[in-house]
């Protein structure tokens, strides 16, 4: 039994663990540091216990997991990074968070950003519309003077729940396709899993917020006397709603049009003429980087400056992306790394002759995959491959099961999730304040999401 622990993923998951919470709780290191020597651990371990791995790989491993996670987040994250500042000083998300307000009421500015989060979440990646929202979170709270724990978490919720319970995005759409659900039924059970789940992280937010005041901080090389600065200007002295909001509607457009020509090419063949360019520009780098354009030049024109001092501004918004990146992707290394070793297989061989529900047993396969290699995709498509041969013992729509799946590749974003960090980061937060909104956010959602879905199957079948 002692031989067979020392060769388990097992193992590696748990020395793994105890390294980032030793060299980032503990010692207090900075993250990018801390994530990267946990990762080496993790790969020397590997060198060990892994076949496909040696002693010579370990570092490089690590350097091209690395380079992975760059390759997808480093774009959208420099270009996020200048829609940030560029929207916040020009006061393009002043102006956003007034027009809110003057519709729903300066006692509605919560729900105003959960409403408009969850709905751009559908079309678009999460943390595309989490480099979108967090600028309106920071301005609203500049603009009210407190809630800041509370627009960052119903942010925060929009974005994570419809991503993953309602297609058209990437993460249940795969699941979709694997186990055979049916789209359109899926849309709908993934609209009626996900209301419950969002009412709950906005129920939440309003509670935490009461008990944990998280103050605005510089970030984004933005610093909060600025913010506050331009949360007491008159509204005439802004960008105009169209120009304000153009960087959030051009990503929007860019990233849903690919989705809409992607998903009905095969109903309108039509489509698949014009899909080569629509899946240039609906890209999220070059999204990103088109709505980048569009915010930096209101902040020229409105931010009364020079353009040499226009173009130093933007070159700092990258210094802050550039670390925010870098960050970011060594989780993502991180939880790679712990992928690698193999704990996807061995949690899901463990769980495979347990005598539980087919919803339950699904729920728990993607949430330990998730909670040990850090990926929600991953986790999520881990656990279809897994029941996607079980789906005729279903007595249920398979849509069901995407939802279950859903819910548990979404619980309890920790240190080894890129996510985590993103949030962090562009959020301005502590690791604590993250753990107390995000990783407590995220596990409510699935929690809420199994329960929904199990009592609508329940009913459903009864009917």
Known sequence: MI??????????????????????????????????????????????????????????????????NMAGIGIPILMAAIIGKSMLESGAAQRIVRWFQSVLGRGNSDVALWGSSSVLAIPVFFDSVFYLMAPLARSMRARVGRDYTLFIVVVGVGAATTHVFVPPTPGPLAVADQVGADLGVTILVGLVTAVPALVAGLMYGRWLNGRLDIPLRDAMATSTEELEELAGRSTR?????????????????????????????????????????????????????VAALAAAWTYYRHGDMGRNEWADELTEALKSGGNIAAITAAGGAFGALLAASGIGDYITGAL???????????????????????SATAAMLTAAGIMAPQVPELA????????????????????????????????????????????????????????????????????
């Open 237 to 289: 002295d802004l960008p105009g709603v169209l120009e304000a909001a153009a960087p959030v509607v051009l990503a929007v457009v860019l990233v849903g049009s690919f989705t809409v020509v992607d998903t009905f090419q095969q109903v309108y063949p039509v489509l698949s003429r014009v899909r080569p360019f629509v899946a240039f520009l609906g890209d999220k780098n070059v999204a990103l980087t």
């Open 352 to 374: 495979s002759q347990v005598g539980i529900p087919l919803l339950v047993s699904a729920w728990l396969i993607a949430a330990i995959v998730r909670i040990a290699q850090g």
């Open 3 to 68: 031989i067979e622990f020392a060769h388990s993923p097992l193992l590696t998951f748990l020395v793994g663990l105890a390294a980032v919470v030793l060299l980032l709780v503990v010692l207090d290191l900075p993250a990018f540091v801390g994530l990267v020597i946990s990762a080496f651990l993790v790969g020397m371990i590997n060198a060990a216990f892994v076949p496909e791995f040696g002693p010579s790989r370990a570092a490089a491993n690590v350097a091209e997991a690395f380079g992975d």
């Open 396 to 463: 249920v729509h398979p849509a069901f099961l995407v939802m279950a799946i859903g819910a548990g590749g979404n619980v309890f974003s920790w240190y080894n999730d890129s996510g985590f960090w993103l949030v962090k980061e562009i959020g301005g937060l502590t690791q604590a304040e993250t753990l107390k909104t995000w990783t407590a956010l995220t596990t409510i959602i699935s929690v809420t999401g199994i329960v929904t879905t199990l009592v609508v199957s329940t009913v459903v079948q009864t009917i």
